[in-house]
């Protein structure tokens, strides 16, 4: 017999335990093929930069999911750092492909100040990559990521590489970026790293002038842009680098220098700011500056409120220039568009089209997708004047009429985005019927994956959320889904109505929201905002889709959708109750500060303390503390009474209720856990788990219930080891997702 929880309390039951698996994953199981879930960028792209000497190559960086290459013979974008296991690697500071040389490529690496940079340079288009690690620490996740680029390869002598450093001055390589030291002849050293608050911005950009040079001597006139405010905001060196000037003239001092490009005439173009950007930027302004006789003109398309940052000419175009505003929140960002050298401006946004179909979220509940915010990467293809792309907070758009606009004609743009993937995924499950996944997402709320090879047209609307924390299905009844997270800024539009929780009938497909909780249990009065008291709360669901509990500090139920809620009994302050997966009756809860347990065998209207045994000694340490953090405790689908917890200790597990509990010690240091399709001849799930084995941090699968773990990711797809939640497929054995900080959700399976 079984000692566990059952409906009239604590008793005997003559349900045994469900048999131990004895099917263990053999050491020659065949190796995992991993892809992407289609989704289609959904991230900030800082900077695109073109091949100057191969038509159809370019590359484009990310703040936090890596770089990629274009590959024309494809027509997709390629990623480049998904086999390193270093996290730092994927908020990329600068890229340059090598102008002379169109197999090679350098990057600048390193999330923010606190992880470690480095140059990584490659010989076959960012396939493989040399790594050098540097004493100048990067930022390409932080302020001012959209300056650029901070990386810069000499056209006459590409054995020079030189870098604009954020805290240490001017940086400069001789020998193809294998070594680099600090140019001790730049007047400004740099800040130094901060110990505390904001980042520096640093050195913005460098720009070589390539007719000031001769191939194989170098070239003699460069120049540097400064991001921090308070003094010049360019400099410029006439002997190759051995001795520099401040450019008099230009932008004002407070101002930060951001991109800038020159032309064949010796015409250099720069945007700069008032701020670094992404945000913040509250004035800026385009300067056009003839380097020949350093003659300097405001050539600033119009003042309103935001600045400017993308900047791109054509090639062998003398005067037409194009740039795009950053910040300009009303009406919104734009691109401006001259042929005059700035005397007169078109600007682009007003006629523009844009045909998101390849990418339906880009509508975000509204019935036209916006034209943009964030406005950093602006190029223009060098092989092709009407081929030009820019960056938003959200994808690439390109186009390949530019020239219509001189003709006063609108400009047609699509999603450039064809294997990006640059997301960060806050949770995910898969559940049993109806669409294979359910993801909820940082910045663009979530969706329901009917089809993992298309760009999802189910996002969850109505509500729209920002971010989409947690995700939750009915056990017995999995049409019956959950969702809660944090608002859209956007209320007032579409689908954004300030909900933070909602529900679903129909898989996740569409949804409703849910009233928030009164103190006194009461209806939620009709002019009452839509959102729950409590910003960001968790919400479950019981195993028939009939009870939500709110996790709000005192614990709320609904039985009939929201319409009412009233506090748990008997339960802690800030106690997170769990559903059997199978009992529809009956829930459970841990207080991680006490360690005690408790449950409800009443569908959470109240809740009992339980004699538990067999739980670690410390629980404290174990509560999330952050809304996005995967939850410890889970049920197991199908199997009444059976849950795990995921401790600081170890790996837990109880049949009975939580009753008792044994610790699972299979040689794995479990962060977070999930259930899978049983393998062959078992009735118990697979278990999936992120964790730790040795010093590797992976994808891990047990068909033995713990007792043993093979790893299923490997050396080509580490992701930077940037994982946030795990779910096994129910359906297909073997299959799990798992959701990264920067390269969206990523599924694996056996071969």
């Not at 699509?414 to 990006?420: F, K, L, Q, S």
Request: hydrophobic share 35%; aromatic share 10%.
């Amino acid at each position: 017999m079984d000692f566990r929880l059952t409906r009239r309390g604590l008793g005997f039951s003559t349900a045994g335990a469900a048999v131990l698996a004895a099917t263990r994953v053999r050491a020659d199981d065949p190796a995992y093929v991993w892809k992407n879930v289609k989704v289609g960028a959904g991230g900030f792209i800082p900077g695109v930069v073109f091949s100057p000497i191969e038509r159809g190559l370019a590359y484009a960086r990310s703040d936090m999911g890596g770089a990629y290459r274009f590959d024309a013979s494809q027509d997709r974008w390629i990623p480049l750092n998904d086999a390193s296991p270093i996290s730092g690697d994927f908020g990329i500071e600068s890229i340059a492909p090598d102008p002379v040389n169109r197999d090679v490529v350098y990057a600048a690496v390193g999330v923010s100040r606190r992880d470690p940079g480095a140059i990584l340079r490659s010989q076959d288009r960012g396939t493989t990559w040399r790594r050098t690690d540097t004493p100048f620490r990067m930022g390409g996740n932080e302020d001012g990521r959209g300056l650029g680029e901070r990386l810069a390869i000499d056209p006459n002598d590409n054995r020079i590489v030189y870098f604009g450093s954020r805290h240490d001055g001017l940086q400069r390589s001789t020998d193809a970026g294998a070594t680099w030291a600090k140019v001790e002849s730049f007047p400004l050293p740099g800040l130094g790293l901060p110990e505390s608050g904001p980042t520096h911005a640093g050195l913005a950009f460098v720009v070589f002038d390539p007719t000031t040079g001769v191939a194989g001597q170098g070239t003699r006139t460069l120049f540097v842009g400064v991001g921090d405010a308070g003094g010049a905001v360019l400099y410029r060196s006439d002997d190759a680098g051995a001795s520099w000037r401040a450019v008099e003239g230009g932008p004002r001092t407070g101002w930060s220098a951001a991109k800038a490009v020159i032309d064949g005439r010796g015409v250099l173009y720069l945007t700069a700011n008032i701020g670094v950007g992404p945000n913040g930027v509250a004035e800026g302004g385009v300067w056009r500056l003839d380097t020949r006789t350093n003659e300097w003109r405001d050539i600033t398309p119009d003042r309103p409120s935001g600045g400017f940052m993308g900047i791109a000419l054509p090639k062998d175009q003398p005067g037409t220039v194009l740039v795009s505003t950053l910040n300009r929140w009303q009406p919104g960002d734009t691109l401006w568009r001259t042929t005059d050298d700035g005397r007169r401006w078109t600007s682009l946004r007003e006629k523009a089209t844009r045909d998101v179909s390849v990418t339906p979220y880009l509508y975000w509940g509204n019935s036209e997708p916006s034209f943009g915010w964030w406005i950093a990467a602006l190029a223009i293809d060098p092989f092709d004047a009407n081929h030009a792309v820019y960056g938003t907070g959200a994808t690439l758009y390109a186009t390949d009429n530019l020239t219509d606009a001189d003709r006063n004609r609108p400009t047609a743009w699509t999603p450039w985005v064809e294997g990006i993937e640059q997301t960060a995924v806050i949770t995910l499950v898969s559940p049993p019927e109806g669409p294979p996944l359910l993801t909820g997402f940082g910045d663009i709320s979530g969706f329901a994956h009917d089809d993992l090879t298309v760009s999802p047209r189910l996002q969850f609307t109505t509500p729209v959320f920002a971010n989409c924390n947690q995700i939750d299905y009915a056990g017995l009844a999995p049409n019956i889904v959950v969702r809660s997270g944090t608002p859209h800024e956007g209320v007032g539009s579409a689908g954004h109505d300030g909900s933070t929780i909602a529900w679903s009938d129909d898989h996740g497909r569409s949804w409703k929201p849910l009233g928030r909780p009164q103190p006194s249990g009461a209806p939620v009065p009709a002019d009452n905002p839509r959102m729950d008291l409590y910003r960001d709360a968790p919400i479950t669901v019981s195993a028939d889709g009939l009870a939500f509990v709110l996790c709000t500090p005192t614990p709320a139920w609904s039985l009939d959708r929201g319409r009412t809620w009233t506090p748990c009994q008997g339960l802690p302050l800030k106690a997170r109750p769990v559903a059997d997966r199978v009992d529809p009756d009956i829930f459970y809860a841990l207080d991680f500060p006490t360690g005690r347990w408790f449950a409800s065998t009443d569908k959470a209207v109240s809740f009992f303390a339980v004699d538990a045994t067999g739980l670690p000694a410390e629980t404290a340490a174990d509560r999330p503390t952050w809304r996005e953090q995967s939850f410890p405790l889970k049920g197991t689908p199908g199997h009444d009474g059976h849950l795990w917890l995921v401790s600081k200790a170890g790996l837990y597990r109880s049949t009975n209720g939580g009753v008792a509990w044994t610790k699972v010690d299979g040689g794995l240091g479990v962060e977070m856990l999930d259930f899978g399709k049983p393998p062959e001849g078992s009735t118990y799930p697979a278990l999936f788990a992120i964790g730790w084995r040795g010093q590797t941090r992976g994808v891990f699968r047990s068909d033995d219930e713990g007792r043993s773990w093979v790893r299923v990711s490997d050396d080509r797809h580490e992701y930077g080891r940037r994982y946030r939640a795990i779910a096994g497929d129910p359906r297909v054995f073997g299959r799990v997702y798992v959701a990264t900080d920067g390269r969206g959700v990523v599924y694996g399976e056996p071969a």
